[in-house]
């Protein structure tokens, strides 16, 4: 019986290491393509006279300045929001705001790039009353945009952060009647800024690689971040080594904040708030009135961009509309997403395996170097992983036939570290709480899912739901490696939105803000189906 177990053991862990190695490959490969890359017969290599180059040091600093600003202004926009949402609980369709906080952080950009050119944009329905030196495309237009895709993020976070502070801290603080200014820095506070900085960092690094809304929105060279200075130096120049430089310039940049990161630990935000009542100090009128406003600003903050869609459809014959021409498109979308969010699950809870036995035999430094490498890809640029790859395998395969394989694998690979931020906090709560009697009753693999599953349904669930949602939004992937036969409908948006059909851009990014929706309503369900079971 031991033998067999140390024979399942060792099968995991292999396992574990294999599916490691094959995500760590897709990033090695796509590097390797472009290092050997060869296009004048001599051998591709990293232009370090860029480093010195003003245009280098102006495109990093813009990447970390609009990185920065993003970051801290969705933070502190979120915190009297967050407050308003704990101090206040009977604030009307507060779970329906919820449920949108959910799906403006996860919905696809070009839905809300699509809607903010409507609202903002040169004709947009609200730019007169901005007056004539306003323009949406440069620093202004990035930082709403990223204020608007994080702020959601970091009002729910927030929130889960308030509604850990315990019932007996506030009875105390009742009893010696401290003030609001005193139970803010006292309790409050303390509850906040534990995850601030980790949630800080996360919120840059995800800004930091943002490449649709700079690409949209950054209006010209003077606002140009690295993703996007490697996407024009391979898709314009096709310049490999300046390309490679700026490449290794933000896995640098962003991998040592990631590396960071995970030092600090993970969040779970994606699930519903509890719905246990806390005790908490009940605020006085004037508050309450202000809690209800900044509650109704910000729900009309995150309504406003996708209200705008309504008017460019209208401007459409519905009747007289070609369905088909996005009803395919979305069918395409809703396969490789749900293909790529199936196999990114099941890559995670591998993935997973070799940092768990690392943790219950007590190597937390393997355990550590597991976890950032389950999770690298997340500052890996999805254009240079693309592009790498497509230089590999342009002369050794057919692309224009096996091209969709490869949008779906990328996917599964690029999300695989939301997957693993969604799963692992549950799986070291099973292995603190039910690992020794697992090894003690001597379980083979088949045993032990059976007891895991249950405890991680809810946590696969979840994480399946987030993946479909972000595999649903690729652009870059598919502007690499997709064929004109499998167009998805983020990519026929931004084909409508390029020749200003901004109608049919409307119609499309409706539809497919309506199947997110969908996805996120039916999570919602099943999360509040299980609370109540």
């Not at 591709?44 to 813009?62: C, I």
């Amino acid at each position: 019986m031991a033998q067999q177990r140390r024979t399942v053991t060792a099968a995991m862990l292999a396992a574990g290491m294999l599916a490691l190695g094959f995500s760590l490959a897709v990033t090695v490969l796509a590097f390797y393509g472009l290092i050997g890359f060869d296009s004048s017969g001599t051998e591709s290599r990293l232009d370090t006279r860029l480093l010195s180059d003003g245009y280098f040091h102006s495109v990093v600093w813009f990447s970390i300045k609009q990185a920065g600003l993003s970051a801290l202004l969705a933070l502190v926009l979120a915190w009297p929001v967050a407050r308003a949402l704990y101090y206040s609980p009977g604030l009307w369709l507060r779970q329906s705001f919820l449920s949108l906080c959910v799906l403006s952080f996860v919905m696809p950009t070009l839905i809300l790039i699509t809607g903010l050119v409507a609202l903002l944009g040169r004709q947009g329905l609200i730019s007169p009353w901005l007056g004539q030196d306003w323009n949406l495309y440069g620093l202004p237009g990035i930082l709403i945009a990223h204020v608007y895709l994080n702020l959601p993020f970091a009002i729910r976070v927030q929130l889960l952060q308030l509604q850990h502070i315990p019932d007996s801290s506030w009875k105390l603080a009742a009893q010696l009647k401290l003030g609001a200014w005193q139970r803010l820095r006292l309790i409050e506070w303390p509850a906040l800024r534990a995850g601030m900085l980790q949630l800080f960092g996360f919120v840059f690094v995800l800004c930091f690689n943002s490449f649709a809304v700079v690409l949209a929105l950054g209006g010209g060279p003077r606002a140009t971040t690295l993703e996007v200075a490697i996407y024009q130096s391979l898709k314009y120049d096709f310049n490999i080594p300046e390309a490679l430089t700026l490449a290794w310039t933000q896995l640098l940049i962003a991998g040592s904040l990631f590396l960071l990161l995970n030092r600090l630990g993970g969040n779970q935000w994606l699930g519903v708030d509890s719905t246990q009542q806390h005790w908490t100090p009940k605020p006085g009128a004037a508050m309450q009135r202000l809690h209800r406003l900044l509650y109704a600003t910000a729900a009309l903050a995150l309504l406003l961009p996708l209200l705008a869609l309504v008017p460019g459809v209208l401007q459409v014959n519905l009747a007289r509309f070609d369905w088909l021409a996005i009803a395919r498109p979305a069918f395409i979308t809703l396969l490789i997403a749900a293909i790529a969010g199936t196999g990114a699950l099941l890559l995670a809870y591998a993935t997973l395996l070799p940092s768990r036995f690392a943790r219950t035999e007590g190597r937390n430094t393997l355990a550590l170097l597991c976890d950032w490498l389950s999770t690298h890809a997340l500052v890996a640029p999805a254009m240079v992983v693309s592009v790498g790859l497509y230089i590999l395998l342009l002369p050794r395969l057919d692309l224009d036939h096996w091209g969709m394989l490869f949008v779906v694998l990328l996917n599964m690979v690029l999300i695989l570290p939301y997957a693993v931020q969604q799963l692992r906090p549950r799986l070291l709560q099973f292995d603190r709480q039910y690992e020794r009697l697992v090894r003690s009753l001597k379980l083979g693999f088949q045993e032990r899912l059976r007891i895991e599953w249950p405890y991680m349904r809810r946590a696969c669930i979840t994480s399946f739901a987030l993946m479909l949602l972000l595999a649903m939004g690729d652009v870059a992937i598919f502007s690499i490696f997709g064929t004109s036969d499998w167009t998805t409908l983020p990519w026929l948006i931004y084909g409508y939105a390029g020749t200003y059909r901004m109608g049919e851009a409307s119609v499309a990014s409706l539809l497919l803000l309506l199947i997110c929706a969908l996805v996120v309503w039916l999570f919602q369900h099943f999360e509040k189906g299980q609370q109540d079971a």
